[in-house]
């Protein structure tokens, strides 16, 4: 049950849009507490909008993510553009060296082009790695979570998703170790 809820929290809240950029990332990449702070704060509002449109048609009509779904999201996007600039540097630091012009070309990018970009790879990411049956699952954990203040929330995925990293399995986030 641990592992599901953790799991199904980490989906939630980012983890499987940068377990994919982890395993491309180099082995010496990690991430600090900062960085991965940063990174689930400026992710938010994108996976949420991700879980949202994926799952909206699986879940009841007076389900969580219908009716609350929208302010859910305004309450998270208000932390993203502080969060930006140390999620940048995350983003490109999971990057690695894989596919150095193409990692070149995005860098170059300003941040007004690259920041939708990275909003929407998140946001497909979701809809690609959310299975359906996970979808109420989903709209269960945005209704237990929506009193929390967003950047407790933002606290909370930041622990579960070091936890998560310190497992060190193929994919998991690295994290940087104290």
Same mark, same amino acid.
């Given at each position: 049950m641990r592992a599901t809820f953790k799991h199904a929290a980490l989906a939630l809240a980012l983890a499987l849009p940068l377990q994919s950029a982890a395993a491309a990332a180099t082995t010496s990449a990690c991430l600090t507490p900062r960085?991965?702070?940063?990174?689930? &704060?400026f992710a938010m509002p994108s996976v949420l909008t991700?879980?949202?449109d994926h799952c909206s048609a699986a879940v009841p009509s007076d389900g969580f993510m219908r009716r609350n779904g929208p302010a859910l999201i305004a309450s998270y996007a208000q932390g993203k553009q502080a969060a930006w600039p140390v999620a940048r540097q995350a983003f490109f630091k999971l990057a690695g060296d894989k596919d150095k012009s193409t990692v070149?070309?995005?860098a170059g990018?300003?941040? &007004?082009?690259?920041?939708?970009?990275v909003e929407g790879m998140i946001g497909g990411m979701i809809g690609q790695k959310l299975k359906p049956g996970q979808c109420v699952m989903a709209d269960n954990l945005m209704r237990l979570l929506s009193p929390?203040?967003?950047?407790n929330t933002v606290?909370?995925?930041g622990i579960l998703a070091g936890m998560a990293g310190d497992e060190q399995k193929p994919g998991s986030l690295p994290?940087?170790?104290?």
């Open positions: 960085e991965i702070k940063s990174v689930v &704060a991700g879980v949202i070149d070309m995005v990018m300003p941040d &007004a082009a690259l920041q939708p970009f929390l203040p967003a950047s606290e909370l995925v994290i940087c170790k104290s």
